[in-house]
């Protein structure tokens, strides 16, 4: 069965203080993997979508990679206004059958 | 502006209502999915359609039902025989299959009277 797992569920970092977040997967037949930022009460944003291990897309304070096993979103020098839900989901194609896999998330608040 | 557009943000059912929940999007795209989000865990997909006039089960499609009669528009039947409705529902389209990236509106709360 195709797992997403992200970890931690919840962080909270000073404003400033860099860090990352995992999105660890147990899939066969991986052909993408997206990030999302989600704010309470909306629908999630799109942010990146890696295809391959060892890409790495940025978008201002935020760096995604990609291994075989899992992904990081590295928030650099993190602002209050980063504070929201981060989602991965991993788009899968077994034998012809293609779907999406959306990981529980990861809070993460930022304090001034 | 292009977008996905869903109505209304809040809908209240009572016991043994259908309602509907709406989803238009003006991006041109030949897919759209709803997705259920419960605390705690990741989105669940309800249903989809690659292509106006046929739609496929997700994996928790139990006590809904859709329609895709025209590309724009793709809504969402919640029935009564739906026993555990509250949640907060996503509507979301993408260019082609699941391949392609994703779009979400911002989402329709159903709550149970």
């Known amino acids: 069965e195709d797992q997403v797992t992200q970890s931690p569920e919840a962080l909270r970092l000073q404003e400033g203080e860099s860090s990352s977040l995992n999105c660890s997967y147990t899939v066969s037949g991986l052909r993408g993997l997206f990030w999302y930022r989600q704010d309470p009460g909306k629908g999630p944003e799109f942010l990146f979508t890696l295809y391959s291990a060892g890409e790495e897309k940025e978008k201002e304070r935020l760096k995604a990679t990609l291994t075989k096993k899992e992904s990081f979103l590295h928030i650099t020098a993190p602002k209050p206004e980063d504070s929201a839900t981060y989602l991965c989901a991993v788009q899968v194609d077994s034998g012809g059958y293609q779907k999406v896999t959306f990981g529980t998330g990861t809070k993460l608040q930022v304090i001034p | 502006d292009g977008g996905i557009t869903q109505s209304p943000k809040y809908l209240f059912r009572k016991e043994g209502q259908n309602v509907t929940l709406s989803c238009e999007q003006n991006l041109n795209h030949d897919a759209m999915y709803w997705y259920r989000q419960d605390p705690g865990q990741g989105l669940r997909l309800i249903y989809y359609s690659q292509i106006v006039n046929d739609f496929q089960k997700g994996d928790i499609a139990e006590g809904y039902s859709v329609s895709r009669e025209k590309k724009e528009s793709f809504p969402l039947t919640v029935t009564s025989a739906q026993k555990n409705p509250t949640a907060f529902y996503l509507c979301?389209?993408?260019?082609?299959?699941?391949?392609?990236?994703?779009?979400f509106g911002p989402g329709t709360r159903l709550l149970v009277l």
């Open positions: 979301a389209s993408s260019i082609g299959g699941f391949q392609e990236t994703q779009y």
